[in-house]
């Protein structure tokens, strides 16, 4: 489909006209997903595009962040719009080669979902708040504090960025349920 990125303007520097494309996500167990992601160098036309179609395909699944590794392409790349709102996109944010260079001692208990675990759901404890650095799209370098779901969301993207799943915070036998739940979906998948 061909249409204005018009949502997608301000802040991600995403308002030309442009072909947007859902890209598929990748399901676990999948050993892309584990890998630790390559800094970005150059913010090439390939970089703008891959961060179009993840907010695309962000937006389509419905989601509230995505990180790079989840389709396929392992570069630090993450995106994410936490504010719950329906119909156009409120916050879009692209993060590249973030970092946490700050979180608060105090904890948050999340009941946190993934999209490449899908219909899955489990409590998270993570720092409840986090300044995070990152470079945006416009080529310069931005600093925020996120607090509520937005520092949840950012630490769930980074850990994506890292080859970490939210499984990986639970106890061997819940992950290892979960898991082969996730390999019957695939093969059921892949014979349909
Ligand atoms: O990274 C991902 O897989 C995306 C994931 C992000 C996330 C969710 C919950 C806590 C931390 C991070 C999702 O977006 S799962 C779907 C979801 O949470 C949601 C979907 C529609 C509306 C609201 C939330
Ligand atoms: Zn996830």
Same mark, same amino acid.
Not at 29 to 55: H, N
Not at 151 to 162: F, P
């Given at each position: 489909?061909?249409?204005?990125?018009?949502?997608?303007?301000?802040?991600?520097?995403?308002?030309?006209?442009?072909?947007?494309?859902?890209?598929?996500?990748?399901?676990?167990? !999948?050993?892309?997903?584990?890998?630790?992601?390559?800094?970005?160098?150059?913010?090439? !036309?390939?970089?703008?595009?891959?961060?179009?179609?993840?907010?695309?395909?962000?937006?389509?699944?419905?989601?509230?962040?995505?990180?790079?590794?989840?389709?396929?392409?392992?570069?630090?790349?993450?995106?994410? #719009?936490?504010?719950?709102?329906?119909?156009?996109?409120?916050?879009?944010?692209?993060?590249?080669?973030?970092?946490?260079?700050?979180?608060?001692? #105090?904890?948050?208990?999340?009941?946190?979902?993934?999209?490449?675990?899908?219909?899955?759901?489990?409590?998270?404890?993570?720092?409840?708040?986090?300044?995070?650095?990152?470079?945006?799209?416009?080529?310069?370098?931005?600093?925020?504090?996120?607090?509520?779901?937005?520092?949840?969301?950012?630490?769930?993207?980074?850990?994506?960025?890292?080859?970490?799943?939210?499984?990986?915070?639970?106890?061997?036998?819940?992950?290892?349920?979960?898991?082969?739940?996730?390999?019957?979906?695939?093969?059921?998948?892949?014979?349909?």
């Amino acid at each position: 489909m061909v249409r204005a990125c018009k949502g997608f303007a301000g802040e991600t520097g995403i308002n030309y006209v442009t072909p947007m494309t859902t890209r598929p996500i990748l399901i676990h167990p !999948d050993p892309r997903l584990k890998k630790v992601a390559e800094p970005v160098g150059e913010i090439t !036309d390939k970089i703008r595009v891959l961060a179009e179609d993840m907010l695309e395909t962000m937006y389509a699944a419905p989601g509230i962040g995505l990180a790079a590794p989840q389709v396929g392409v392992g570069a630090r790349i993450l995106v994410m #719009d936490c504010v719950k709102e329906e119909g156009a996109p409120a916050r879009p944010m692209v993060l590249m080669n973030p970092e946490v260079i700050g979180s608060s001692d #105090d904890a948050n208990v999340y009941e946190e979902g993934c999209l490449s675990i899908p219909d899955q759901y489990a409590e998270v404890t993570r720092p409840s708040e986090v300044d995070v650095r990152w470079l945006g799209l416009d080529g310069e370098i931005h600093e925020e504090h996120f607090d509520g779901l937005w520092a949840t969301c950012v630490q769930h993207e980074i850990d994506h960025l890292d080859g970490k799943l939210f499984i990986d915070y639970l106890g061997p036998l819940k992950r290892q349920m979960i898991t082969r739940k996730m390999q019957k979906l695939k093969r059921e998948k892949a014979r349909a």
